[in-house]
């Protein structure tokens, strides 16, 4: 299938090592934001999210960081595998009532043996 | 697998044609949201419905519309396909149409309107 992300900035690393994928956000009212894994030909996946109440969150390998002073969002992958090879994006709920996300740009990530 | 699905999966169109998207949303979701993905870029929101209303929408033109049924699934039509409807079509499902709740995304269907 076609590639997501042909022309998107690109991290590499080395297997085993940590990732770290960074976002800004856009709008300073947003209170909810949501890290979203695609793989080529498919629909984001959901990794994890954090409230704008709080400024970390801790999954299965993956740690998320909000710092509202900036309007920036990290994510952070420990021991990194070929499996995480992917683009990653960030998305931010706009205030308004209901679940709309604004996404950012995206970030590839290749994981190299 | 996130239990929300789209059909088809692929769809060739001409310019000018109207097509029909189709999404099932998750067991248990009441909300179904529409986005927009063109190639190397992020999704971009179409609208949402909730409890079968269009409760929010995004900067797409009218010829966008949709429906949602009383099972929760909806539609995705388009009119008078232009050739920059070419694009990847997502639906997300989520729980009770308000903010802060995960959004879950089917896997797409891809358009080429040629």
């Known amino acids: 299938g076609e590639s997501v992300g042909l022309h998107l900035p690109t991290l590499s690393v080395q297997e085993g090592d940590n990732s770290i994928i960074n976002c800004a956000y856009s709008?300073?009212?947003?209170?909810?934001f949501i890290w979203y894994k695609q793989e080529s030909g498919k629909g984001p996946q959901f990794i994890i999210d954090i409230r704008s109440n709080m400024d970390k969150r801790q999954g299965q390998r993956v740690t998320v960081l909000l710092n509202k002073t900036v309007k920036h969002l990290s994510l952070q992958i420990a021991a990194t595998q070929p499996g995480d090879s992917a683009v990653y994006f960030c998305?931010?709920?706009?205030?308004?009532?209901?679940?709309?996300?604004?996404f950012g740009a995206g970030t590839r990530l290749a994981v190299h043996p | 697998e996130t239990g929300v699905t789209q059909s088809p999966t692929h769809l060739i169109k001409t310019r000018g044609q109207q097509v029909t998207l189709r999404c099932s949303s998750q067991s248990g979701h009441n909300t179904v949201s529409w986005y927009q993905q063109a190639l190397g870029q992020g999704p971009q929101f179409i609208f949402q419905?909730?409890?079968?209303?269009?409760?929010g929408r995004g900067n797409f033109p009218p010829r966008f519309s949709g429906l949602q049924f009383p099972n929760y699934s909806s539609e995705l039509n388009v009119n008078a396909l232009e050739l920059d409807d070419s694009a990847l079509y997502l639906c997300a499902s989520s729980f009770d149409g308000q903010m802060n709740t995960e959004a879950f995304f089917g896997q797409g269907t891809r358009l080429t309107v040629v």
């Open positions: 709008n300073s009212a947003s209170d909810y």
């Open positions: 419905y909730y409890r079968e209303e269009e409760n």
């Open positions: 998305a931010e709920n706009s205030p308004g009532g209901y679940n709309k996300l604004i």
